[in-house]
């Protein structure tokens, strides 16, 4: 849930890999994605970051522009619309 806080406030996340889940959150440029316990490429990772206002504002936009699909109310969207196709599919 975090990571997802922190793509709808435009900022890019670093995390290690550890979950299907995760990754997904963090593909297409949205974040980055070190291997588990790699702590140096965590910490080159976040320099990285740290030195390059540029990136961080292109990663933190994808980031946003792809967490906004799990909103609460894109989310109630959806299960509203299958309700209805499904209350539709019985009649």
Not at 53 to 71: K, L, S, Y
């Amino acid at each position: 849930m975090t990571l997802l806080e922190s793509a709808l406030a435009g900022v890019p996340s670093i995390a290690f890999e550890c979950s299907p889940g995760v990754a997904e959150q963090l593909d297409n440029g949205r974040g980055i994605m070190v291997p588990r316990d790699d702590h140096h490429t965590f910490v080159r990772e976040l320099r990285r970051l740290m030195h390059s206002e540029n990136t961080v504002r292109a990663m933190g936009a994808r980031a946003r522009t792809g967490a906004t699909a799990h909103t609460p109310a894109e989310i109630t969207r959806r299960w509203i619309d299958l309700f209805n196709e499904t209350a539709a599919s019985r009649i």
